[in-house]
T-cell receptor
Framework: GNSVTQMEGPVTLSEEAFLTINCTYTATGYPSLFWYVQYPGEGLQLLLK?????DKGSNKGFEATYRKETTSFHLEKGSVQVSDSAVYFC???????????FGTGTRLLVSP | DAGVIQSPRHEVTEMGQEVTLRCKPISGHDYLFWYRQTMMRGLELLIY????????DSGMPEDRFSAKMPNASFSTLKIQPSEPRDSAVYFC????????????FGQGTRLTVV
């Protein structure tokens, strides 16, 4: 079946540090991959996506590259801000289906 | 479009009472999802609809849970009778048919059963 595995949190960083949140997936076919972000008290918002191998999704300084050979979609940001503190979810949707499969989420805490 | 609209935002009820959560998807979206989020279990898909028809309800935890989508612009998730372990944040999301389109989430309903 389809599944997503994310690194355990929380990830605690100082402002301006480099961020990596690991995500690997298992899927048949050619899934699309997503990163969602959830700020406190809010719903999930799409952060970025990639629909095919070697695509790079980017938004708000965050990037992730769809690596089919390693079945990974790691989230990176060169310099985090306090306002980036949130929970980040990696997800996939497989070809022909609309059901999103989510990872367990990784909480990011950024201190000044 | 105002996005996915859920109501109420917060619900506190006593054990044994019936609870109904409501969702209005984005106009033109033909898939609707209900998720439950707890600290212990994370984000769980309960059920999803396509063109108002339930496609997969395997995530519905018990017969106490039921969901309906009487038309393209409205869905309900009902819990009857409610129990304290149902306390969670319930999210509704919708998306378009089409390859690899992202889902749009509502703000959620925080349910507390006492």
């Amino acid at each position: 079946g389809n599944s997503v595995t994310q690194m355990e949190g929380p990830v605690t960083l100082s402002e301006e540090a480099f961020l990596t949140i690991n995500c690997t997936y298992t899927a048949t076919g050619y899934p699309s991959l997503f990163w969602y972000v959830q700020y406190p008290g809010e719903g999930l918002q799409l952060l970025l996506k990639a629909t095919k191998a070697d695509d790079k999704g980017s938004n708000k300084g965050f990037e992730a590259t769809y690596r089919k050979e390693t079945t990974s979609f790691h989230l990176e940001k060169g310099s985090v801000q306090v306002s980036d503190s949130a929970v980040y979810f990696c997800a996939l949707v497989n070809t022909g289906f609309q059901k999103l499969v989510f990872g367990t989420g990784t909480r990011l805490l950024v201190s000044p | 479009d105002a996005g996915v609209i859920q109501s109420p935002r917060h619900e506190v009820t006593e054990m044994g009472q019936e609870v109904t959560l409501r969702c209005k998807p984005i106009s033109g979206h033909d898939y609707l999802f209900w998720y439950r989020q707890t600290m212990m279990r994370g984000l769980e898909l309960l059920i999803y609809f396509n063109n108002n028809v339930p496609i997969d309800d395997s995530g519905m935890p018990e017969d106490r849970f039921s969901a309906k989508m009487p038309n393209a612009s409205f869905s309900t998730l009902k819990i009857q009778p409610s129990e304290p372990r149902d306390s969670a944040v319930y999210f509704c999301a919708s998306t378009n048919r089409g390859r690899n389109t992202e889902a749009f989430f509502g703000q959620g309903t925080r349910l507390t059963v006492v």
